[in-house]
Structure formats: structure tokens, C-alpha cells
């Protein structure tokens, strides 16, 4: 399960609003747990994603930037534990494309279906163990409430 605060759900939809209509891409940040991945901080970053006319349907992450999120999650005391990205005018499935270029059982694969710059759903996927496919995970959206 992927454990999602519902004001990072709206950050993560509006990023892949923003980059309408090229898929918009980042890192999802938190702790692994019995239940599966608890996020509590994203990192959006730019689809560096070489050709631009493949862009609707690729993204990339450069790599110095993946780096850089990575060391300061890990001062944070947090651990990458997901990627997201949106899909332009296409469902949030996990397409051969993302299987192809998947690498990490246990990362959650959130990807989120944008259609004429609106976003539409949210879904998410995990890596099977072979890498042989994708299997669903359930999101679970969370209120945050801050006590004063």
C-alpha cells in the first residue's frame, strides 16, 4: 500500500498539470514500513528527457538531481521510496514503456493520468520481485492534521 498526505496527492497532480503537455516527473520521500510506503515529502523535478517531441510519453530524472534528493532525504532521515509521473492524455497505467525502465521492487510507481491539463486519477504500481510486470497497489489518501 502507498500511503499518500492528501496535500502532496494535490502538489503531485498539480506538478503533471504544470507540465501539460509533457509527463511531469519527481521522487516520493518517506519510510517503508509493514504496510508498504508512507510518504511525507515529495521532490518534483524537470523531465530531462532528451528529445522533446518524446517527451508526452517519456521522462527522465537527471541523475546529479536524484543524487542530490537522495542525500538530503537521507539527512531528513528519509528514504526515496517511489517515483511518480503523469501520464498526458493517457490512463494511469503502468505501459511497457515504465516496465522497461523500472528498477527497484518495492519503489511505489505512482503515476497520474492528466487530460487536457486536468488531472483525472491517480494510480500506483510495484515492481514484481522478477521485474516480470506491475502489480496495483491501493493508495491510501491521508488527511494530515497538525495540532497546535
Known amino acids: 500500500m502507498l500511503t499518500l498526505p492528501s496535500d502532496l496527492t494535490q502538489q503531485i497532480e498539480?506538478?503533471?498539470?504544470?507540465?501539460?503537455?509533457?509527463?511531469?516527473?519527481?521522487?516520493?520521500?518517506?519510510?517503508?514500513?509493514?504496510?508498504?510506503?508512507v510518504v511525507?515529502?515529495?521532490?518534483?523535478?524537470?523531465?530531462?528527457?532528451?528529445?522533446?517531441?518524446?517527451?508526452?510519453?517519456?521522462?527522465?530524472?537527471?541523475?546529479?538531481?536524484?543524487?542530490?534528493?537522495?542525500?538530503?532525504?537521507?539527512?531528513?532521515?528519509?528514504?526515496?521510496?517511489?517515483?511518480?509521473?503523469?501520464?498526458p492524455d493517457h490512463p494511469a497505467m503502468a505501459s511497457p514503456r515504465d516496465l522497461a525502465w523500472a528498477s527497484w521492487p518495492g519503489y511505489s510507481y505512482l503515476i497520474t493520468e492528466i487530460r487536457g491539463g486536468k488531472a483525472l486519477a491517480n494510480r500506483s504500481w510495484q515492481l514484481s520481485h522478477d521485474r516480470s510486470g506491475f502489480v496495483e497497489e491501493e493508495i491510501a489518501i491521508v488527511t494530515i492534521v497538525v495540532s497546535s
Open 40 to 87: 511525507v515529502a515529495i521532490r518534483p523535478m524537470q523531465n530531462v528527457w532528451p528529445v522533446e517531441s518524446e517527451k508526452p510519453e517519456r521522462f527522465r530524472i537527471d541523475e546529479k538531481e536524484w543524487l542530490s534528493a537522495e542525500f538530503e532525504a537521507m539527512h531528513d532521515g528519509l528514504d526515496i521510496v517511489g517515483i511518480f509521473h503523469s501520464h
Open 14 to 37: 498539480q506538478h503533471g498539470i504544470d507540465a501539460y503537455p509533457y509527463e511531469g516527473c519527481g521522487l516520493l520521500l518517506g519510510q517503508h514500513n509493514e504496510t508498504g510506503n
